[in-house]
């Protein structure tokens, strides 16, 4: 597409599930891609498939945690692709227990990665926002924010990520940079496996039960938060900014 094929897209947590859909979303979309996880072995397969559909990406090995390693590995990108001026933050981990049980570190580690990640890749990412004055900032939210049993830690990070989005879109609204939050509901991805397979249910059974308490009456599913993603980084989402989008087949409070 016109619009897009001089824009750089770096999206984070991109090796699989809601990361790589969105990542080949935007890839369909015209962008240059850069696939960022932990290991930049793990996002080849995305990689390939990107190039194979005749776009562009690169993967990037990177701990969004690690302030030094967030900035060469956008540092890297503009070098590689050109100055990144979309950013989607996805990356994220699990570490669910209820409080008595949870540990400093379960604590920590989904705090730093949701939380410090997204502020961290966000600060790397705006300066060539800033200066191309245009960007578009995408962070992954969860309906989790709006409470649920055995995630404080994850629900606060994806809690203090709506306030972090509504105040980036007013710092950054000057320099035609938008900022904006997708809060999934229930998508069938390896981590909605991995809570499954923790509380002991089978997983089709897991998302049977989940569908049934959805209005539109099944699951969610990667493409459908990368559908939502590909609006708002695109030209014609200029004017939306600071929302907080529930992608979960219903409303939410």
């Known amino acids: 597409m016109a619009e ?29 891609v850069a696939l960022l996880d932990l290991s930049e072995d793990s996002c080849a397969e995305a990689v390939e498939k990107i190039k194979a559909s005749g776009g562009t ?7 969004v945690s690690d302030s030094a390693a967030v900035d060469a590995a956008v ?19 699990l570490r669910d227990n209820l ?4 540990t400093d570190d379960d604590w920590d580690a989904v705090i730093n990665v949701h939380l410090r990640g997204t502020f961290l890749m966000s600060r790397a990412v705006q300066k060539f926002q ?18 649920n049993r055995g995630q404080a830690n994850y629900s606060a990070a994806k809690a203090g990520l709506q306030g972090f989005t509504k105040t980036l879109a007013i710092e950054l609204g000057k320099f035609n940079v938008t900022v904006n939050a ?15 397979a923790r509380v002991g249910v089978d997983f089709e059974d897991f998302k049977k039960g989940a569908a049934a308490a959805i209005p539109v009456q099944r699951v969610g599913t990667p493409e459908d938060i990368a559908h939502t993603a590909s609006f708002l980084v695109s030209e014609g989402a200029g004017f ?11 409303p939410k409070d």
């Open 182 to 196: 997708i809060a999934p509901g229930f998508i069938a991805t390896d981590m909605t496996a991995a809570t499954a």
């Open 4 to 32: 897009t094929d001089a824009r750089v897209a770096i999206v984070t947590g991109a090796a699989r599930g809601i990361g790589a859909a969105v990542a080949t979303r935007l890839a369909h979309d015209g962008m240059a």
């Open 57 to 63: 990406a690169l993967a990037v090995g990177v701990d």
């Open 75 to 93: 540092q890297r990108v503009a070098d590689e692709l050109g100055a990144p001026t979309v950013l989607v933050n996805n990356a994220g981990i």
């Open 130 to 147: 800033t200066a191309a004055n245009w960007g578009r900032i995408v962070n992954l939210s969860s309906t989790s924010a709006l409470g």
């Open 240 to 250: 939306v900014s600071g929302q907080v989008i529930y992608v979960a087949g219903g």
């Open 99 to 102: 409080l008595f049980k949870m």
